[in-house]
């Protein structure tokens, strides 16, 4: 099992909600893609990712519930092969 963090750029998050972490169940390291240049190009900070076979579970923390977070793998989010005028890239 491996261990992925993900953090939130979204400025207006609450400090202790920035990041999470991911446990992948996979018999080999994931291998987290480079940021395409189509994304460096418009700012976008980070690698957007699909979690797959993602599962969340609640469970009880004190008088709190908190969550686990598990995936069967990682993907890039396709891109597509040139965005149209005046569209963002991200959106296929």
Request: without cysteine; charged residues 20%; positive net charge.
């Amino acid at each position: 099992m491996w261990a992925v963090s993900v953090l939130d750029a979204d400025p207006a998050a609450r400090a202790a909600n920035k990041s999470m972490q991911f446990k992948i169940a996979a018999a080999d390291m994931p291998v987290l893609p480079e940021l395409p240049a189509e994304l460096a190009a418009v700012g976008v900070p980070f690698v957007p990712l699909v979690l797959e076979g993602l599962t969340i579970t609640p469970w009880l923390d004190g008088a709190k519930i908190a969550l686990s977070y598990r995936a069967t793998g990682i993907r890039p989010v396709p891109m597509p092969v040139k965005a149209p005028k005046g569209r963002d890239p991200i959106t296929p």
